[in-house]
Every structure is written in C-alpha cells, then in structure tokens.
C-alpha cells in the first residue's frame, strides 16, 4: 500500500475510533515520508489512547521539531504544552516543567495569538495549585474558559472548564465547581471534544465528584464513561480508572462481589495511578471481608505504587488489635491530609482516637466532620458526621444523645443506598436503644444489621455484633442458654436451676431478644458459634 493509501486509511481509522489501525498507517505512511504536524497529532492521539505513552512522547516531541523546523512558533508551543502536561501527569515534574517552560518562551514571540495564550494559562494553573494558590489558579482557569470560547477551541474549552471546576472545587466553591464540571460535561458528552480530551475529563470529572462525595454525579458520569469507554474496544487509556470508579460504586451500594470482580487483575494495569488506586480500593474491601492478610498485602503495593494507605491500614490495624499503632497512623494522617481525603481520614480518626480512649481527640475530630459536612453539602459526609455524633455520645456515657443522630445517619444511608454503612448505623441506634433499656428495638436493629453483615461477608463486624451480644447475656441468661441447646423444654429448665417456669419464660424470650433471633434452634446455633456449650 502507498503513502497516500496509508494516510487515508490512517485518517478513516482514526475518524472511526480504530485506534490501532490508524496508529500502524500512520507509522507506516511516517516511515515513507515524513507527516505533516496535524497527522502528527492525530498519531499522537492514538498512542494515547493506546496507553503507548512511549510511543506518544516521541510522536509529540517530533510534531514539536516539526513545527519549529516549518516555523509555526504555535504548533511547537501547543505540542510542548502536551508533552509537559503529559508528563507531569505521569509524576515526572522536572521533565513536564522543561516542556511547560519551552511552551511559554516559543508563546512570548507570539503575544498576539489569543489562542495560544489560553493553552498557557491553563498550563499556569499546575504551578499555582501547587504552591497552594488555589484561587489564583482558579482565575487563570477561569481566564483560559473565557479565551478559549472567543477563539471556538472546543478543547480547550472542555480541558479549561474541567480545571476550573476542580480548582473552585478545592477551593470550598463547591456550587461554582459543580457548575464548572457539568458544563466541561456537556462539551463532551456532546461529542464535540477530541477522544483524547474527552476521556481525560471523564476521569477528572468523575475524581472531581468523588472529591466533594457527590455519589449522584458520580455515578451518572462512571456510567457515562463506562459506556464511552465499551463503544472502543481497543481502548487502554481511561478503562483502568473507569473500572476503578464502578467498583468504587457498587461497594457503596453493597455489590462486593461484583466490586471485586471489576478491581480483579488491576495491579497490572498499563495506568499506575488507576493501578495504585484499584489496590487500594480492593485493600479496603478485603479488609471489610475481614481477609486482612490480603488486605495488608494491598495496602502496601498501593503505597508502592504511589498510593497513600491511609486511612485504610490504619482501620486495619485497629481491626487486628493493634490499636496504638492504628492511634499513630491516624493522628499522624491529621497533621499531613488535605483536600478530599481529609474527610474520609477524619472519620477514621474519630472511630481509632475512641478505641485508645482519647476522647478529647474523638471530639475535635467530630467537630471536624460536622464543619466538613457542612461545607460538602454531600449526604455522603452528613450521614458520616451524625454516625460519629452518635458514636461520640455512646463513648461518653449519654445513649440518650445517640438516637437522634444514629437515626438520621440511618436514614441518609438509606437515601443514598450505601448497604454496609446502613448496617453500621443500625448497629449504632440498636445499641443506644439497649443503653436506654429498650431492648425490643435494639434486637431488631441488631437484627437486621446482622442480616446485611451476613449479606455482605463483612466477617469483622458480624464478629464484632456476636461479641456484643456475648456480653449483653447475664451468668443466668447463658446457664438457661446451655440448658436450651440440650433441646430441654423451659418447664425442665425451671425445675433444673430452681427457677419458676415463668421465669425461664422470661429468661428465654430475653435471649432470643439479646440475640436477635426467633428460634430456639437459632439461639442453639449461635450458642455453638460463640462456645458456650
């Protein structure tokens, strides 16, 4: 096949989406003569989203020489623009700081060109947000979003309004950064950006939501992306963060074995961010599972990989018993978080900081989460902050302050269906109502979190439950217990203990209250379980 052949075929490939057929005519139509820039770029997009990232760096760096040897001071800049974006992306930060740097000298021969000077201000928003300077990275966002639409770069348009909306986002503009986001969203979902950027602020959209705990918004656009991402089967960029996130979802909503069949393999996945977080994300479900060697082993190659543990090792080691390491874990994450996680640490904190009896650390810790939720305007955040309200009050010796918050906590969860923390919160409101003395209402919250835990495979906390109960069970209540597993009627109790049949009535329904069953062969069951026979 000629030259000419290979590049129309290279051009239909890559209009129609196959990736690897236009990236080999390209390739081959580049060995017989050299492309012109604009090919180059089509190229370059290929590779990307390949995930041939070797592969991209080389076709954009000769798309750079290109430009500057035909002399379009522009098309260099723009190219260098992407090299330095991609790179410091990928981590490396003097390389993708040299390419930025080259960007903006090639720019300063070329002041009058509007266009050229909305790519450089939104490559100026990486450095301000890394020296803290969120609002004025914001603004230069906001600067790039305005050139952008004048000079009808769609995307620039979409790249700028995903960055704006982040930044507002980290800001505490949680509104204004919502708006920002599904505006980048509707450029894209319209079809109107290129592939590439458009599966770039998918993910950044999409790690934006989860930021702010907007589950809705989460998943609307997980499933959007989802559904882009299965329309190019030969896609390897974006898959990886898109499995991650669905994952990530159908935890929440109680499909753990679906979570983990999606996270399954993902340590080897090409993206070692989507890696480094699908390991996480599965060290935090084994830990749920209560597979903690498995959990552990997560953990660490996530750290390895660049992903901060916390606070999921530190839940761990409390899990195992080992509180003060778990205490030192947690405090030491308050000091160094910031921005989105700082939510989940702080939550963590409040459980570990009551485990080791620092009451006073729980308590700003709560009061930490309350100013989080009411700054996130998220029900993921509210429904936290009132279970840890409620945990606060039960740890401080006042049940009666419990209810109130364990109830609204349980009742968010519910709205958002988040099945695990509605059990938690169930488990929470049933031991406040025991507190109280109403052990009817207790046993059937503890009843029904049991049933979800079961549901689950959360193993720790059914653990956790049983020996809850154990120690509700008074020295009488287990003698009667003992003497029901013989399979003997409650008039042969009474006569064994000395007791009055009513008594041992009463007895009897009190066990099966504490135990959160309806059977007598139920309670043997669980009389077996816990070896009190």
């Known amino acids: 096949m000629g030259r000419d052949e290979l590049l129309v075929q290279a051009r239909a490939a890559h209009a129609g989406r196959r990736w690897v057929t236009a990236f080999d005519a390209f390739q081959g139509a580049e060995r017989a003569a050299p492309l012109e820039p604009e090919d180059l770029g089509r190229m370059a997009e290929c590779a990307h989203l390949l995930h ?14 290109r430009n500057l040897d035909g002399g379009n001071p522009v098309g260099a800049a723009v190219s260098a623009f ?23 000298r090639l720019a300063a021969t070329r002041a009058d060109d509007e266009r050229l000077r909305g790519y450089l201000s939104f490559a100026r928003t990486f450095p301000a947000a890394g020296a803290g300077d969120l609002d004025g990275a914001a603004r230069l966002a906001d600067e790039a979003v305005e ?47 290129s592939p590439m950027v458009t599966g770039i602020v ?34 390897g960029s974006f898959v990886g963060e ?21 996270l399954d393999g993902m340590e080897d996945d ?12 599965r060290g935090d479900l084994q830990r749920l599972q209560g597979r903690w060697d498995a959990a552990e082993r997560s953990f660490v190659a996530a750290a390895r990989l660049g992903q901060e543990p916390q606070p999921g090792l530190a839940l761990l080691r409390l899990a195992r018993g080992s509180t003060q390491a778990a205490a030192a874990m947690v405090r ?26 620092d009451a006073d650390g729980a308590t700003a810790a709560g009061e930490e989460l309350d100013r989080l939720a009411a700054r996130h305007d998220s029900d993921v955040v509210r429904a936290l902050a009132a279970q840890a309200r409620a945990r606060l009050a039960i740890g401080a010796g006042h049940p009666e302050q419990a209810g109130e918050p364990a109830r609204t906590a349980l009742e968010t969860w519910l709205r958002v269906g988040a099945l695990y923390e509605e059990a938690r919160a169930r488990w929470l409101l049933g031991t406040a109502c025991r507190a109280l003395g109403d052990v009817e209402s207790a046993a059937r919250e503890e009843r029904t979190a049991r049933d979800i835990f079961e549901r689950l495979g959360a193993r720790p906390d059914l653990d956790a439950l049983d020996h809850h109960a154990r120690q509700t069970l008074s020295a009488r209540e287990v003698e009667v217990l003992r003497l029901v597993a013989t399979g003997a009627t409650n008039r042969a109790i009474a006569a064994e203990l000395v007791l009055s049949e009513r008594t041992v009535d009463r007895h009897v329904s009190n066990i099966l209250t504490k135990l ?16 009190l026979l």
């Open 82 to 104: 992407w090299l330095g974006a991609q790179y410091l992306h990928e981590g490396e930060v003097a390389r993708g700081t040299g390419w930025m740097q080259r960007a903006f």
């Open 270 to 281: 090409v993206d070692r961010v989507s890696a480094a977080l699908a390991l996480y994300v």
């Open 52 to 65: 041939r990232m070797d592969d991209y760096f080389a076709v954009r760096e000769l798309a750079y020489q």
């Open 147 to 193: 050139t952008a639409q004048r000079c009808d770069d769609t995307d620039l348009t979409a790249l700028a309004l995903h960055q704006a909306g982040i930044l507002h986002l980290r800001a505490g503009r949680i509104d204004q950064g919502r708006a920002l986001l599904d505006e980048a969203m509707v450029v894209v979902t319209a079809d109107h950006a």
């Open 202 to 235: 998918y993910c950044g959209v999409i790690a934006g939501c989860w930021s702010v705990y907007d589950i809705g918004r989460a998943h609307e656009w997980t499933d959007a992306l989802a559904g882009w991402c299965a329309a190019q089967p030969e896609l």
């Open 332 to 357: 030491r994450s308050l000091t160094e978080v910031s921005g989105p996680r700082r939510v989940a640490v702080v939550a963590a904190a409040i459980e570990i900081l009551l485990a080791v009896g």
């Open 242 to 262: 898109c499995r991650v996130r669905r994952a990530e979802l159908r935890q929440l909503h109680g499909d753990w074995a679906v979570a983990a069949a999606e």
């Open 516 to 531: 959160g069953v309806a059977t007598r062969a139920a309670a043997t069951a669980r009389a077996g379980e816990w070896q």
